[in-house]
């Protein structure tokens, strides 16, 4: 190996080209015989940028997925804790007030928030229910006790 030989290809200012036969010293023969540099042909094409989308698109799909499941047991949740309100449920509203439901209306509720001191609130300005009427807890044993 210490013996190799090599070809140079040379142009001339005319456009000819010559070829030389030249022995090649022991240490570049030895870095090119260790050298591993992968040919051209056998890299692989990068990828398109379609494939590049899938993984994006893919985590968009689960995101949105993720999102609307959460948000359908929110809905869930909040549609039966509008059910559960009756009359004596004790409630806070959007604003921070607190009271006890005195009466059920169709869209509104009338809420007494203190001796002789009621106001009528719309359904959705409920917040949380604070403590379920003992006539709901009533209700709801009788149902499950059918």
């Known amino acids: ?3 190799s030989s090599f070809v140079v290809f040379s142009q001339a200012a005319d456009g000819a080209v010559s070829t030389t036969a030249a022995a090649a010293p022991a240490a ?10 992968p040919d051209a042909s056998t890299q692989a094409p990068p990828p398109s940028a379609n494939m590049m989308m899938i993984p994006i698109i893919i985590v968009f799909v ?3 997925a993720i999102s609307m ?3 359908s047991k929110e809905k869930k949740k909040r549609e039966e804790m509008m059910n559960s309100i009756r009359k004596g449920t004790k409630v806070m509203t959007n604003g921070g007030i607190f009271g006890e439901i005195a009466e059920v209306q169709k869209d509104q509720y009338l809420l007494k928030i203190a001796n002789n001191v009621q106001i009528a609130i719309s359904r959705s300005a409920i917040a949380q229910v604070i403590q379920p009427s003992a006539d709901a ?3 709801k044993a009788e149902v499950t006790k059918k």
């Open 28 to 37: 570049t023969a030895t870095t090119t015989a260790t050298s591993t540099a």
């Open 69 to 71: 499941r959460t948000s």
């Open 137 to 139: 807890s009533e209700q």
């Open 62 to 64: 689960v995101f949105i």
């Open 1 to 3: 190996m210490a013996n």
